[in-house]
């Protein structure tokens, strides 16, 4: 085991719902093996998180992580590793705000994304010890991708205007200097 290989948009898997792992699956070294390969492929690919699904297991598992500065994001503020199992979230408050978002899943694709700027998530540790907390800004915004993820949908599917896609080269030449300035404003007013 080790580094997974990621599937990409048009496999079926990825728009499948995943189910949850029972307490004992989760204590499995069938799955805390699996969480192990999740965390190594996620940072193998300079991903920000990765969901089960990404690499062809329909169950409710994800794994965020940004080590400052990402490559692939390099606004970003660090999160620490975390691993969510059978996790859920609603938007806290009605704010929200436009991402750039990319998908290991989307191979060189960005586009625009609205997401709430605060998130209540629910979830079990690797360890099955169960955790509530608000998540904000881009913090809550990759929370949200990853939870998506779980439910069988892609970044793309909520792009709020297609005209705002666009190729890696292309965003970094005419999208990048403008969406930086403007998520730094947001991460410095909300902190994450
Ligand atoms: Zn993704």
Not at 64 to 74: F, G, H, L, S, T
Not at 86 to 113: I, K, M, T, Y
Request: contains cysteine; negative net charge; glycine residues 8%.
């Amino acid at each position: 085991m080790g580094v997974l290989d990621v599937v990409e948009i048009g496999h079926p898997v990825l728009r499948e719902t995943a189910r949850e792992l029972s307490l004992e699956e989760l204590a499995s070294p069938r799955w805390q093996g699996f969480i192990d390969d999740l965390i190594e492929t996620m940072r193998a690919r300079d991903g920000a998180g990765l969901a089960a699904n990404q690499v062809g297991e329909p169950v409710r598992i994800c794994v965020i992580e940004v080590r400052a500065p990402n490559p692939r994001y390099p606004y970003k503020p660090a999160i620490p590793l975390r691993v969510l199992v059978n996790a859920h979230w609603e938007p806290v408050g009605d704010e929200v705000f436009e991402n750039f978002e990319g998908c290991l899943s989307v191979p060189n694709l960005r586009g625009l994304v609205q997401r709430q700027l605060r998130a209540r998530v629910r979830y079990l540790d690797r360890h099955g010890a169960p955790h509530d907390e608000v998540v904000a800004g881009l913090c809550a915004g990759t929370h949200q991708h990853e939870l998506d993820h779980l439910n069988g949908i892609l970044f793309v599917d909520r792009v709020s205007d297609p005209h705002s896609l666009t190729t890696l080269a292309g965003y970094e030449r005419f999208h990048k200097a403008e969406f930086e300035a403007r998520i730094r404003e947001l991460v410095a007013r909300v902190g994450s």
